[in-house]
């Protein structure tokens, strides 16, 4: 058994170390907001939060988690309420398909915790997932918005 908390609530895995996290977390809690993509870290589908920091949940072992606080595309959010990066995503129409989304809306959570105001440069090298539609403009779109609300909040707070 491997024991961590998961979007905020204590979860034990039933899962040998070595299954990855992405694996772990589908089949074993029932969250399928993390998507498998290509299983060696390269596309960003399974993007999550481990102690708030934006990893590919196909390469992390479930074993490297116990005892740390994960968070998925499901534990962003209450279900009454979106997170200010979906509800960009809404404003400015970025998904297609849809399929990469959760992934990246956690890398980009993870960066404007991190730079609430990033520029194009700060976006190219922090946003490495893979969008097959092609939705880069209105990610950055997107982002960029949230960058804005963020510059007039704290001139007006």
Not at 70 to 82: F, K, Q, R, Y
């Amino acid at each position: 058994m491997i024991e961590l908390t998961l979007n905020g609530k204590p979860v034990r895995l039933d899962v040998t170390p070595e299954t990855p996290l992405l694996w772990a977390i589908r089949e074993q809690t029932g969250l399928t907001g993390t998507k498998f993509g290509c299983g060696i870290g390269a596309c960003g589908a399974c993007t999550v939060h481990i102690d708030g920091v934006a990893l590919r949940a196909c390469v992390v072992p479930a074993g490297g988690v116990a005892g740390r606080s994960v968070t998925t595309i499901e534990g962003l959010a209450s279900p009454a309420h979106l997170h200010a990066i979906q509800a960009a995503w809404i404003e400015h129409q970025v998904p297609q398909c849809g399929y990469c989304q959760s992934g990246m809306i956690m890398a980009v959570a993870a960066l404007l915790a991190g730079n609430p105001t990033p520029s194009d440069a700060d976006i190219d090298a922090s946003i490495t997932n893979i969008c097959r539609c092609g939705t880069y403009e209105r990610i950055r779109r997107a982002i960029h918005s949230l960058a804005a609300k963020h510059t007039e909040g704290a001139q007006h707070g």
